[in-house]
């Protein structure tokens, strides 16, 4: 039992490294030096993170709207109400009643 699971850990393992590889090509980061390599990696997440928290924050009805196009089941009756109040909306706009629930 442990011997199965240790060699799916070390596929896993062995997966998870040929991604990174695949995007240091990719990204041409392969070839910086340690010190640019970890400023663009940090950078990117930056970006990644910033965008992301923006996102959640300044446009709650379509992130729940868009959760609930591509997971349904992530939907809670809490949550659902607030997905109709964004579809009924005219422009397909959310209401400006709907506020953030970071702000």
Request: some cysteine.
């Amino acid at each position: 039992m442990f011997g199965k699971l240790s060699e799916n850990y070390e596929k896993f393992k062995r997966y998870v490294i040929w991604l990174y590889s695949l995007y240091e090509l990719n990204t041409q980061i392969s070839i910086c030096e340690p010190w640019e390599k970890v400023f663009c990696n940090v950078l990117l997440g930056s970006c990644l993170s910033l965008v992301t928290y923006a996102t959640y924050a300044y446009v709650p009805g379509y992130c729940l709207m868009l959760v609930g196009f591509l997971v349904p089941v992530a939907l809670t009756k809490n949550n659902s109400n607030i997905t109709v109040k964004c579809a009924e909306a005219a422009e397909g706009l959310c209401p400006s009643s709907i506020k953030s629930y970071l702000t």
